[in-house]
């Protein structure tokens, strides 16, 4: 079998084992925190006798163990099972969730990759003049500054002051594509902003390892234009240590978001996380939890396949 | 010159100009800001008269979570009533005055010295459904949230009846063992929607008599409600002007009033009062605030060393400078607390009372005086207890010190505060939203028996007065009962109650018809029965 196979099929065996590691952290975790869901629902208003009938209900009394076993057994079925708090279908309320994080992160990256790799190459083109100072000055000042700063400050210009965008992520399924990417709008610049620099660094420092190299002196020699080398020679074999940075930064998009969930009230999963785990709903958690573990092993898995893909060497081991 | 400034009066009651600009452009028209200022108040007067039918009211709203339900039994925050408001409506409803208001009853009346109470159910009145409501549906709701299974957060509230009957199809009897004259009030509570059959097997259908039926349901996200043919308060040009109702869950601060700002939502509740003044400023909106009968506490069990000596717990409540907290930590947008929990926000007040002031001297005093060994006194706080917590007991900490009291201060976590803290520990924070009457205050924090007494305030003679203070039906005699409790708690007492928060809400300056609700945000969430846009 192509080794490569075998590795995807090796990583895939290592992921599966490390998502029930995680549900397992997860679980014990949720459980640990003080009070539990029936005390979190009823809150400041519970009576002894309400929270006694609302555990029974919600199966509470059973203890951990069976309940994780009975969760596990669900989950090898396909079956999510039903949040606790509020008795609606976890997969159902997660795919809408999930669907709009995807969506975010979706046009997010296709904003913030293509655009970090250009600037690092250019800030390569122009190493140490003014171009590759304002690029690496200006990245860097916006991952520096606090995401929800940077939130606040584009709504009040784009969406108070020159009301071109909406200041609130809504949506919902009526609204056309167009009418969703104005409401994205202010949300994927901040995040386009928060993951630039890091992308843009690594892909400038891979490509300036590169450039030492006897073959780009070669190619220099022959004549060839800066752009061209960079473009054909230099970025082919910086290749996988830029991907490895844009599947984490990738991963931080999917996983990462749920300030700029809040401060713009887009309904996607890090805010959907964030209320369960407030109410001790463990379905919930532990289901968010595997997606979310699932993302950054597959995100990986890829990272390292395109490193290998990309590496000749690698490619067809002696 | 007429015309132009007939437009700039639109433009100001329209949102595009603030009052300020108006009167300078005014003023460069050749019109004093007297004049100018009386026009304003016509033009806003003449808006205000005449509801419009039509469009959509947006609120943007705090207190809404991705686990929140339909199912009324279970409602514990802000979000949650807002949106059961619209589709769903109890037997009575409070008034802005305080007095009550039929909504599924269209009567009530009481007997033996208030331990029967009968309600004639409204003729005519149907479900959204289109099903007429019977007193059997009222009945079965009830029972529904007082059951051996109930998990209903009204449980407390609906425990004191001891029987509840049908009779005919228009009459729900309930009787007590315990005269209540302020049992209808207490049907208002909004967990006791009235549902058909009670909701069993149906608890999160969210059907009821309310004026708009639900459209769309996203937990945490948000809700929309459009009008329905045949609700029984009349058609759109009476009340519930709207046609659609959106709720918009906006649990950042800043984004509540970005979304205002922006004209993305028409009213939101809770404005930061450390913003209010200046979002007040903005030319299309406003701020209004109510003062309502929520406060902010510091609770000592009085069975627990050291707090079981009077006196100590004299020298805290003389050293606390409420004048202050009221400055910094509401900004203003409340008032002074007297140590116990009712204000002129309540019925049957007694504004008589003598106000405690911040007194260092007296202080110090009870302090020598209660024999306390100088040992630390814990205060546990943390900031979900009530916004700015931490920073109203670093203030009072201070004070405390400058009499000689060693107050220390523990911060606890948000998460979990309410089952780990809140009456478990003898000293911490917390606050009350308050209740409609005197006597369900009382009876839900302060009665030997009750759940909550966070306090541990367990006095015979205080239970004595409640319960005949409760079958009094003559409101001198009941004044003069509460007024007796009232000065009780003040002095005797293990709540300190430096202060009374209001409500700020921020409104759109094209809503109109909006006005004060002592009971909740957002005119009591009733905003979108009685406003309209113009």
Not at chain 1, 96 to 103: P, V
Not at chain 2, 3 to 23: E, I, P, Q, S, Y
Not at chain 2, 268 to 287: E, F, G, H, Q
Not at chain 2, 325 to 345: M, T
């Amino acid at each position: 079998m192509h080794p490569i196979l075998i590795l995807v099929a090796q990583r895939l065996a290592l992921g599966v084992l490390l998502l029930w590691a995680a549900s397992i952290l997860i679980f014990a975790g949720t459980t640990m925190l003080p009070g539990d869901v029936a005390q979190q629902i009823l809150g400041q208003g519970a009576t002894p006798q309400a929270l006694e009938n609302l555990r029974a209900e919600l199966g509470l009394n059973d203890p951990p163990v069976a309940r994780y076993l009975s969760w596990l057994g669900g989950v090898l079925q396909g079956d999510l099972g039903t949040a606790l708090t509020n008795g609606l279908d976890i997969a159902e309320s997660i795919s809408d969730r999930l669907a709009n994080t995807m969506f975010l992160a979706f046009w997010a990256a296709v904003i913030s990759i293509p655009l970090a790799i250009f600037l690092g190459l250019l800030a390569v083109r122009y190493k140490d003049r003014w171009p590759d100072k304002m690029i690496s000055a200006i990245t860097l000042t916006t991952i520096s500054i606090p995401e929800f700063m940077i939130g606040y400050i584009l709504v009040f210009w784009l969406s108070i002051k020159l009301r071109w965008f909406p200041s609130v992520a809504i949506m919902n399924d009526s609204m056309s594509l167009g009418e969703k990417l104005n409401a994205i709008a202010i949300p994927v610049m901040v995040l386009t902003l928060v993951v630039l620099a890091h992308m843009m660094r690594m892909t400038r420092a891979a490509i300036l390892n590169v450039m030492q190299s006897a073959y780009i002196e070669t190619a220099e020699l022959k004549g060839l234009r800066m752009l061209k080398i960079i473009r054909t020679h230099a970025f082919p074999n910086a290749v996988a240590p830029i991907v490895n940075v844009v599947m984490l930064n990738m991963a931080y998009l999917v996983v990462g978001v749920v300030v700029i969930e809040v401060v713009f009230a887009y309904p996607g999963m890090g805010q959907y996380l964030v209320d369960h785990v407030a109410k001790r709903d463990v379905p919930v958690v532990q289901a968010c939890g595997l997606i979310f573990a699932a993302v950054y092993i597959g995100l990986n898995l890829v990272a390292d396949i395109v490193s290998i893909v990309s590496n000749p060497r690698l490619r067809h081991p002696k | 010159m007429n015309t132009k400034l007939h437009d700039l009066t639109r433009a100001v009651t329209g949102g595009l100009m603030t009052r300020r600009d108006f009167v300078a452009r005014a003023a460069a028209l050749g019109v004093t800001a007297a004049t100018a200022n009386a026009m304003l108040a016509t033009a806003a007067r003449a808006d205000q008269t005449t509801p419009v039918a039509g469009g959509t009211f947006r609120m943007g709203l705090s207190g809404g979570e991705s686990t929140n339900t339909q199912d009324p039994a279970l409602w514990a925050s802000q979000v949650p009533l807002a949106i059961g408001r619209l589709w769903g409506e109890s037997l009575v409803r409070e008034t802005p005055e305080g007095g009550i208001e039929g909504l599924v009853a269209e009567s009530w009346e009481g007997s033996n010295e208030a331990k029967t109470w009968r309600f004639k159910i409204r003729e005519g009145i149907t479900f959204s459904t289109g099903q007429p409501v019977t007193a059997q549906d009222v009945l079965r709701t009830m029972e529904r949230h007082s059951n051996e299974e109930s998990k209903s957060a009204a449980l407390g509230i609906v425990s004191s009846i001891s029987s509840m009957r049908t009779d005919g199809d228009d009459i729900f009897e309930v009787s007590l063992e315990i005269g209540n004259a302020d049992l209808p009030i207490l049907m208002a509570d909004y967990h006791l929607m009235i549902q058909p059959d009670g909701g069993f097997g149906a608890e999160t259908a969210a059907i009821g008599t309310g004026a708009y039926v639900m459209e769309d349901f996203e937990p945490g996200v948000r809700a929309t409600a459009t009008r329905r043919e045949g609700y029984w308060g009349g058609d759109q040009t009476v009340t519930a002007h709207y046609d659609r109702v959106e709720v918009i869950v906006l649990n950042d601060a800043t984004a509540r009033t970005a979304a205002l700002q922006s004209g993305q939502v028409d009213s939101i509740n809770s404005v930061d009062p450390k913003i209010a003044r200046l979002l007040d400023r903005a030319p299309n909106l406003t701020v209004r605030n109510v003062s309502g009968r929520g406060h902010y506490v510091f609770i000592a069990h009085i069975d627990t060393a050291p707090f079981d000596n009077v006196d100590l717990r004299l020298a805290l409540k003389y050293a606390i400078n409420r004048e202050e907290l009221v400055e910094k930590i509401l900004q203003g947008y409340g008032s002074v607390g007297n140590d116990f929990p009712i204000n002129a926000a309540y019925p049957l007040f007694d504004d008589t009372i003598p106000q405690r002031a911040f007194d260092l001297e007296k202080a110090k005093e009870h302090y020598e005086k209660s024999g306390h060994d100088g040992s630390p006194i814990i205060l546990r706080v943390a900031d979900g207890a009530f916004a700015g917590a931490v920073d109203a007991a670093a203030l009072f900490q201070q004070t405390c010190l400058a009499a000689g009291i060693p107050l220390e201060i523990k911060r606890e976590p948000n998460d979990g505060y309410w089952s780990e803290v809140w009456n478990v520990q003898p000293f911490c924070a917390s606050y009350w939203g308050g209740r409609p009457v005197q006597d369900q205050m009382y009876s839900t924090a302060y009665y030997s028996g009750a759940e909550w007494n966070d306090t541990r305030w367990k006095n015979d003679a205080f239970d004595a007065k409640l319960i005949e203070a409760r079958a009094e039906l003559d409101d001198v005699k009941r004044k003069q009962i509460y007024s007796e409790m009232g000065r009780q708690l003040n002095a005797e007492g293990g709540v300190i109650l430096p202060m009374f928060n209001d409500f700020v809400d921020g409104t759109s300056n094209e809503v109109q018809g909006y006005s004060d609700d002592p009971n909740s945000p957002l005119m009591n969430y009733y905003a979108f029965k009685h406003t309209w846009k113009a």
